[in-house]
């Protein structure tokens, strides 16, 4: 069982420590909540547990049907345990509904299915609020190879076609989603986390927003949404705390 060590990074939402095997780190879930690129910022009480065992059973799931991820395991309420990525500095978007980023840009109502999905990339800065990108920008900076880039591409769909179908079984649609992408020992891996933070997920019927929307909107009952994902993720048996 591989030491906790130093803290080697403090995010938004989350801390990544060292362990004693260097290709081994540690993912800290907070409750620490942020939106319109840090300028709101609060707590929402029990976000780290939810977050951390939604992405650790969507991580062991998407595993299952052969996507390729940092996860190793779950360790505690908090924390997990992932190998160490060199991250590519992207973002991938994919879209099955229209909503926030992309209805803001061309002015288009929320809600709307796009058949077929529309995948972006975003470059990962803080600073410049990730700005949409296309491949040029990419290779012309040598942020990945073009080799890489469908590599992403294709295993961004993948991951979208089984969470896709993996939500619909619980009654949610997932609207779109942000994934992180790193290397490892030459091949490509899915990193981050996968939450409700990352990903719209909308009650079939209802269209009741459950993830971090209530939070960014000021919708009311945060805490619940989270636990609500997790409650349908884990199974009717388990709650967060
Ligand atoms: O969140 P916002 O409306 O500003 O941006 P978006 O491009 O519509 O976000 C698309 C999806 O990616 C949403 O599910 C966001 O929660 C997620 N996202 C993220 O996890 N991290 C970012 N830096 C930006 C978006």
């Not at 990193?191 to 009741?208: A, C, F």
């Not at 459950?210 to 199974?235: H, M």
Request: glycine share 6%; net charge neutral; hydrophobic share 40%.
């Amino acid at each position: 069982m591989p030491q906790q060590g130093k803290q080697l990074y403090e995010g938004k939402a989350k801390i990544l420590y060292a362990t004693d095997d260097p290709t081994l780190v540690i993912q800290y879930f907070k409750d620490d909540a942020t939106a319109f690129n840090a300028q709101k910022k609060g707590t929402i009480l029990d976000k780290g547990v939810c977050n951390n065992r939604i992405s650790a059973a969507l991580f062991a799931y998407l595993e299952s049907k052969g996507v390729r991820t940092h996860f190793v395991k779950q360790l505690d309420e908090r924390s997990m345990l992932v190998k160490k990525l060199e991250i590519v500095p992207l973002e991938v978007t994919i879209r099955n509904i229209t909503a926030g980023g992309m209805s803001r840009m061309l002015g288009i109502e929320e809600g709307i299915m796009l058949k077929p999905p529309v995948f972006e990339w975003h470059y990962k800065s803080d600073a410049l609020s990730d700005p949409l990108i296309n491949d040029d920008h990419i290779i012309a900076m040598g942020w990945a190879t073009a080799k890489e880039l469908s590599a992403i591409r294709a295993e961004s769909f993948k991951v979208n076609d089984a969470l896709k179908a993996f939500f619909n079984d619980r009654q949610l649609d997932l609207v779109d989603f942000k994934l992180e992408f790193g290397r490892f020992q030459g091949s490509l891996l899915l990193g981050d986390e996968i939450s409700p933070d990352t990903m719209r997920l909308w009650e079939h019927g209802t269209r009741n927003k459950l993830d971090k929307d209530r939070f960014r909107r000021d919708l009311g009952s945060v805490e619940e949404a989270y636990k609500e994902v997790l409650r349908r993720v884990l199974g009717e048996s388990q709650v967060c705390r």
